[in-house]
């Protein structure tokens, strides 16, 4: 399963939402989770299951979808939220990834 | 606390092969699916691995059939990734991750939640 992130880099203001999209070639379900990235850190779940939050991340997450289209969205964007962020699908082997994106604050 | 710590990569020749290893601490290891996660430089992430937390099931990314081994030690708590005939291709980053949930049937992922820093392979003459 081929999975098209966009956008690749997003330029965003503190205060701002910011929506990163992921598109399945074919219907994965809500088997989708994202991610985050930040240099010399270890990556980080952000959302299973196409919406369920990780207890440890904070609230300004969310995650939607199913079938083919899925959404992370950060609302309220901090300068800690500058981070590469990428989708992931385990419906089906191989596991796949997103592109990523770049999201500087 | 939950803690994966990678080890083994460096310079290494075509051809060559080599042996990464995966420390895992703060969980039950042998509880838990493991996958291996590699970026080479520039390009995105591709999985590579997973090996089922018993040991005896083991799925690969078409690429590195035949030249990739992954296995693991649940008495040691270490997971292994073993690559032969290196190419410069195998030039990355190599994570070991853990599966989110514990004891998934073979042939289910439910995708990582733990993920290691890291280990960079590098394959040049």
């Known amino acids: 399963t081929t999975l098209t992130q966009s956008p690749a880099f997003v330029s965003a203001t503190p205060g701002d939402r910011v929506h990163i999209s992921c598109t399945a070639s074919?219907?994965?379900?809500?088997?989708v989770n994202w991610y985050r990235q930040k240099p010399g850190e270890a990556t980080t779940l952000i959302i299973q299951?196409?919406?369920n939050l990780d207890p440890a991340i904070s609230p300004r997450f969310s995650g939607s979808g199913f079938g083919t289209d899925f959404t992370l969205t950060i609302d309220n964007i901090e300068s800690e939220d500058a981070a590469f962020y990428f989708c992931?699908?385990?419906?089906?082997?191989?596991?796949?990834f997103g592109g990523g994106t770049k999201v500087e604050i | 606390q939950v803690q994966l710590v990678e080890s083994g990569g460096g310079v290494v020749q075509p051809g060559r092969s080599l042996r990464l290893s995966c420390a895992a601490s703060?969980?039950?290891?042998?509880?838990?699916?493991m996958h291996w996660v590699r970026q080479a430089p520039g390009k995105g992430l591709e999985w590579v691995a997973i090996?089922?937390?018993?040991?005896?099931?083991?799925n690969y990314t078409d690429s590195v059939k035949g030249r990739f081994t992954v296995s693991r030690d649940n008495s040691k708590n270490t997971l292994y990734l073993h690559i032969s005939s290196l190419r410069p291709e195998d030039t990355a980053v190599y994570y070991c991750?853990?599966?989110?949930?514990?004891?998934?049937?073979?042939?289910?992922?439910?995708?990582?939640?733990?993920w290691g820093q890291g280990t960079t392979v590098t394959v040049s003459s």
């Open positions: 991750a853990k599966d989110l949930f514990m004891r998934a049937p073979t042939g289910v992922s439910y995708g990582m939640d733990v």
């Open positions: 703060g969980f039950s290891f042998s509880n838990y699916g």
């Open positions: 090996i089922w937390y018993d040991g005896t099931n083991k």
């Open positions: 074919q219907d994965i379900d809500n088997d």
């Open positions: 299951e196409g919406s």
């Open positions: 992931l699908q385990h419906d089906n082997f191989p596991v796949t």
